[in-house]
């Protein structure tokens, strides 16, 4: 995968969360982001991922099948008999509830929960 002169920004009118961020990661290779705190590295990570597009420059050779986590998850909610336990994020906005395929919100692929069948 390659990003190329990649910028970032969230409002059309704010300010540049990345600027000319330039990376490669070929297939197999593991690569760490380090930083502090807000320079851009879940930004740039979720450029990667598919679930942001950059307002400049390009994301080429993203493999077809990526793995993305948010950093928050939704707050758990209480279980009911009506509606058995699982996982705080299933049924979140963008997240399907387990046994149902979907599509996590601006992904570039599908998924479905394991022990779904799929």
Same mark, same amino acid.
């Given at each position: 995968?390659?990003?190329? &002169?990649?910028? *970032?920004?969230?409002?059309?009118? =704010?300010?540049?969360?990345?600027?000319? $961020?330039?990376?490669?990661?070929?297939?197999?290779?593991?690569?760490?982001? *380090? =930083?502090?705190?807000?320079?851009?590295?879940?930004?740039?990570?979720? *450029?990667?991922?598919?679930?942001?597009?950059?307002?400049?420059?390009?994301?080429? &050779?993203?493999?077809?099948?990526?793995?993305?986590?948010?950093?928050?998850?939704?707050? #758990?909610?209480?279980?009911?008999?009506?509606?058995?336990?699982? #996982?705080?994020? $299933?049924?979140?906005?963008?997240?399907? =509830? #387990?046994?149902?395929?979907?599509?996590?919100?601006?992904?570039?692929?599908?998924?479905?929960?394991?022990?779904?069948?799929?």
């Amino acid at each position: 995968m390659l990003l190329e &002169d990649v910028w *970032l920004r969230y409002h059309r009118r =704010g300010p540049w969360v990345l600027r000319a $961020a330039q990376a490669r990661i070929e297939p197999g290779e593991v690569a760490v982001v *380090l =930083g502090r705190n807000g320079v851009g590295k879940s930004s740039l990570l979720q *450029l990667a991922a598919g679930v942001l597009r950059p307002g400049r420059g390009r994301v080429v &050779d993203r493999p077809r099948h990526i793995g993305w986590v948010p950093e928050r998850f939704p707050p #758990p909610t209480s279980p009911s008999p009506s509606r058995p336990t699982s #996982p705080r994020w $299933a049924g979140s906005p963008g997240c399907p =509830g #387990p046994g149902r395929r979907g599509r996590p919100t601006g992904g570039p692929s599908g998924w479905a929960w394991p022990g779904s069948g799929a």
